[in-house]
């Protein structure tokens, strides 16, 4: 194996080889990618066996329990004895959200646009062409950005893997390990068939390290690494009042109103700075000093991310943002009693539901968490159901209220110190001549734990995107820089 | 004046004439009657002019501020010296509650149609000209319902009225009392122009005693007079969250949460009974021995309400269902943050939306309420505002809210035992043999407040029609029993 290649020799290789990446990174975000609509995929599918194969890889079509199959691309590593090399496994996925073509600022989410910052501040569109002729590290070219469904989430960062492969090919740079990407086309929509293929490709997934190229980079756009997800669960709770709506003269002050109801419970669940009241939701976390260590190392700006989203006291789960994510939530995230607006009739509704959802970490058994809840409601009276009220209901209970449960993902965490974490930080340090920045816990979820709990290996993501680039909403967009730094950090990881 | 005329005599008369009397309430129900849709309202004002004009009555168009204007028909009192006499002023109204013709089991909810209860307790047809062949007191006749819109609110008690002026007219009976009537166009639209027309026509409109000939009677259906109606306010409040909706991972524990805010704040204001903990709320009212003995009178049968409404425990503002009408409500009638059911997102809601009514009693002063929730809400640390929070807004205050208030109708009440009731009861006596059911405050609101306090007379609430009569919804329909009884009821009046 060749001298690991300088930053300056990474830096050369990426600007060789990332012209001749745009028009495959063109077709490929040209190709519509929602995995509910049929004839979406097979295309996706088609374009990626086509590449995997071109830059010496196996490729299979790995059926699932759903409508769409997962792609496996494998590389036996070079030279040496497959046996004694260690295996990389790569996880991304190349379905995207829903897309509203009337809110993007392009002719199509399906027709990637380049774009620069004007002079008002807003993004103007410029020629594609110019991503041939004009780029240097110097011109401001790497604010530019390409707009596109999937450009950041997560097609950009197939076509970066794909572009260190051409420049590692080309240049004959072998790649010291065997690499096995899997690539899911449902991510978008909660991977639902995920967990029942690990288990059934099982053998051949085996790998001594997942790394998940997906999601954004800390929000100061430098080099992360992070080092665990939260997972997530669900609660939907509905609180019912009179059967059928009720005229609020002839029954006010007379009917429960099942909004009242609702608001008393859920008020109950937290105080007032957002923490959990119910005891023993927050049971078996604790931030010790090493851990307070890690958190505090995070370079997050609390001014910048309260102007962000427009809050001027957070919640006081945890004393920052970082320890906040080390804790599972309780989040209201939908309400709804009778109608608001112009809609609003003068009633007692006959029913409230409050739709929560719980995002998890490992210390937060799910079923632990809503069997918590459980007992919380119980205690405040009422009898719980798991159907609409019957008359016979309405006339045994006084206070009513279904509830039904459902577990998504689950959380998990590859700790600190670990040798796979020395030398993916060695690889980062390495490309871009610092420390990256290391998070213990994204807030987010990802589909991962499958992999981690099927495969007993343990998992670092590696976001190469930008923060800001309106993944799952209108205007998605990849920066160019970012897109710069992803083929780098692909080639500091084959040459590590 | 002659004698009065007896129970037996009335119904008599009122058999004599009541089948003369379909047609015209065919006719009438045929008529669409929309406030809010240009061309439904002049041919009821059409309609009406003529029918009153027929029976020898002056009838007046009144323009208001708003599109549809008053129909306002007066009868000089037979014989007597009018100026000796004392003037009746009746209050109805010919505009009926929007339709949503799919939902109605008939061809139109303008083409009239006579049911009958099947055997399996469903509503069938029968031909309408039954009415003109079979019609007897012990055929069962009686329960027969005509289905039409606004059957029961309130062209139905029109038809009648026209129906008792036909027979006393062809009898010869005279009418001792200057009789005024003032038909509505825009009650089922809050009759908003109704307070200024009352202030502008005010000599034409003085009257000595009012009655309101609306809305349905005790739930027993037995003869009914009230005395009261609650008025009504509005609240609308809004807490905020995050600039904008936030993934529910990246900033769960961090972000404040505005559902959460707007269930801890609303839960507050009320205790587990539904009784309003704000002080101050409830002051002014008291239920004395008196109007305890008032209320106790009526025969309400907690059971039978209770199973109606789908409820086991009501709420404990008052000990009883009377009682509970004495107070004023603090009633969320809508609630809203992000959605619920398949439309759930796993965010933090930007915003969570509150709409409040507040019925009235003549206590309860509706400014005095506002503040008091005002005052609550900002001892609870909230900034209020009344629009969309700025970003200064939002740098500066962390918990801000947004509240708007309206008022809409009055309360009024007119107290038992005056020369009016006194009359009223005894006419009511005559009719039906025993003492009205007597209501000292409805739960409902009607429009009619702007008379009381501009006239200043008293008045009391004649309603006539089965209280199950799906007013305001689809299938809205009258008994014919309570057609026959409103004919006698007028007729009694008219004689007393």
Same mark, same amino acid.
């Given at each position: 194996?060749?001298?690991?290649?300088?930053?300056?020799?990474?830096?050369?290789?990426?600007?060789?080889?990332?012209?001749?990446?745009?028009?495959?990174?063109?077709?490929?975000?040209?190709?519509?990618?929602?995995?509910?609509?049929?004839?979406?995929?097979?295309?996706?599918?088609?374009?990626?066996?086509?590449?995997?194969?071109?830059?010496?890889?196996?490729?299979?079509?790995?059926?699932?329990?759903?409508?769409?199959?997962?792609?496996?691309?494998?590389?036996?590593?070079?030279?040496?004895?497959?046996?004694?090399?260690?295996?990389?496994?790569?996880?991304?996925?190349?379905?995207?959200?829903?897309?509203?073509?009337?809110?993007?600022?392009?002719?199509?989410?399906?027709?990637?646009?380049?774009?620069?910052?004007?002079?008002?501040?807003?993004?103007?569109?410029?020629?594609?062409?110019?991503?041939?002729?004009?780029?240097?590290?110097?011109?401001?070219?790497?604010?530019?950005?390409?707009?596109?469904?999937?450009?950041?989430?997560?097609?950009?960062?197939?076509?970066?893997?794909?572009?260190?492969?051409?420049?590692?090919?080309?240049?004959?740079?072998?790649?010291?390990?065997?690499?096995?990407?899997?690539?899911?086309?449902?991510?978008?929509?909660?991977?639902?068939?995920?967990?029942?293929?690990?288990?059934?490709?099982?053998?051949?997934?085996?790998?001594?390290?997942?790394?998940?190229?997906?999601?954004?980079?800390?929000?100061?756009?430098?080099?992360?690494?992070?080092?665990?997800?939260?997972?997530?669960?669900?609660?939907?709770?509905?609180?019912?009042?009179?059967?059928?709506?009720?005229?609020?003269?002839?029954?006010?002050?007379?009917?429960?109103?099942?909004?009242?109801?609702?608001?008393?419970?859920?008020?109950?669940?937290?105080?007032?700075?957002?923490?959990?009241?119910?005891?023993?939701?927050?049971?078996?976390?604790?931030?010790?000093?090493?851990?307070?260590?890690?958190?505090?190392?995070?370079?997050?700006?609390?001014?910048?991310?309260?102007?962000?989203?427009?809050?001027?006291?957070?919640?006081?789960? $945890?004393? /920052?943002?970082?320890? +906040?994510?080390?804790?599972? !939530? #309780? &989040? %209201?995230?939908?309400?709804?009693?009778?109608? *608001?607006?112009?809609?609003?009739?003068?009633?007692?509704?006959?029913?409230?539901?409050?739709?929560?959802?719980?995002?998890?970490?490992?210390?937060?058994?799910?079923?632990?968490?809503?069997?918590?809840?459980?007992?919380?409601?119980?205690?405040?009276?009422?009898?719980?159901?798991?159907?609409?009220?019957?008359?016979?209901?309405?006339?045994?209970?006084?206070?009513?209220?279904?509830?039904?449960?459902?577990?998504?993902?689950?959380?998990?965490?590859?700790?600190?110190?670990?040798?796979?974490?020395?030398?993916?930080?060695?690889?980062?340090?390495?490309?871009?001549?610092?420390?990256?920045?290391?998070?213990?816990?994204? $807030?987010? /979820?990802?589909?991962? +734990?499958?992999?981690?709990? !099927? #495969? &007993? %290996?343990?998992?670092?993501?590696?976001?190469? *995107?930008?923060?800001?680039?309106?993944?799952?909403?209108?205007?998605?967009?990849?920066?160019?820089?970012?897109?710069?730094?992803?083929?780098?950090?692909?080639?500091?990881?084959?040459?590590?």
């Amino acid at each position: 194996m060749a001298q690991p290649l300088t930053m300056s020799q990474l830096d050369t290789l990426t600007e060789k080889y990332v012209r001749a990446s745009y028009n495959d990174l063109y077709t490929f975000l040209s190709l519509p990618n929602n995995s509910r609509i049929d004839g979406h995929i097979q295309p996706n599918i088609d374009w990626l066996q086509k590449a995997f194969t071109q830059r010496g890889f196996s490729v299979e079509v790995l059926p699932t329990k759903g409508k769409n199959p997962l792609v496996f691309a494998e590389h036996k590593a070079d030279k040496t004895p497959a046996g004694k090399l260690k295996t990389l496994l790569f996880y991304m996925h190349f379905d995207g959200q829903p897309v509203q073509p009337a809110d993007w600022q392009q002719a199509s989410p399906f027709t990637p646009v380049l774009k620069a910052k004007g002079e008002n501040g807003t993004w103007q569109p410029i020629p594609w062409e110019k991503l041939q002729t004009t780029y240097n590290r110097t011109d401001g070219s790497r604010e530019w950005r390409i707009f596109g469904r999937s450009s950041s989430d997560d097609k950009g960062p197939i076509v970066m893997l794909l572009t260190a492969l051409t420049a590692l090919q080309q240049e004959h740079i072998p790649i010291p390990y065997n690499i096995k990407v899997i690539l899911d086309s449902e991510e978008e929509v909660g991977s639902p068939h995920l967990a029942d293929a690990v288990g059934q490709y099982k053998n051949k997934l085996q790998a001594d390290f997942m790394m998940i190229m997906d999601g954004g980079r800390h929000l100061s756009n430098q080099p992360t690494l992070i080092y665990g997800a939260r997972g997530i669960a669900s609660v939907t709770l509905t609180t019912y009042g009179p059967r059928g709506a009720q005229h609020s003269g002839h029954y006010g002050n007379y009917a429960p109103n099942p909004a009242l109801r609702l608001t008393q419970l859920l008020g109950s669940m937290k105080d007032e700075d957002g923490r959990v009241t119910i005891p023993g939701y927050y049971d078996g976390i604790t931030i010790d000093a090493s851990v307070a260590r890690i958190l505090a190392a995070v370079p997050d700006d609390p001014a910048l991310i309260q102007q962000t989203i427009g809050v001027t006291v957070p919640d006081k789960v $945890g004393r /920052t943002y970082q320890e +906040a994510l080390q804790y599972p !939530t #309780l &989040n %209201i995230r939908g309400l709804s009693s009778a109608h *608001v607006g112009v809609q609003a009739g003068t009633i007692i509704p006959d029913k409230a539901i409050a739709e929560l959802d719980l995002r998890l970490v490992p210390e937060s058994d799910p079923q632990r968490l809503i069997r918590l809840i459980r007992q919380h409601i119980e205690q405040k009276g009422y009898h719980i159901i798991d159907h609409e009220p019957t008359d016979a209901d309405r006339l045994q209970y006084p206070k009513l209220i279904q509830m039904r449960a459902a577990v998504g993902s689950l959380p998990f965490r590859t700790e600190f110190g670990g040798l796979e974490d020395q030398w993916l930080t060695q690889a980062m340090k390495r490309a871009f001549g610092r420390e990256p920045i290391k998070i213990r816990t994204m $807030g987010g /979820t990802v589909p991962i +734990a499958p992999f981690i709990r !099927t #495969l &007993n %290996i343990p998992a670092i993501h590696v976001p190469m *995107v930008n923060l800001d680039n309106n993944q799952h909403a209108a205007n998605e967009n990849l920066r160019l820089g970012n897109y710069l730094e992803g083929i780098k950090t692909w080639l500091a990881i084959f040459t590590e």
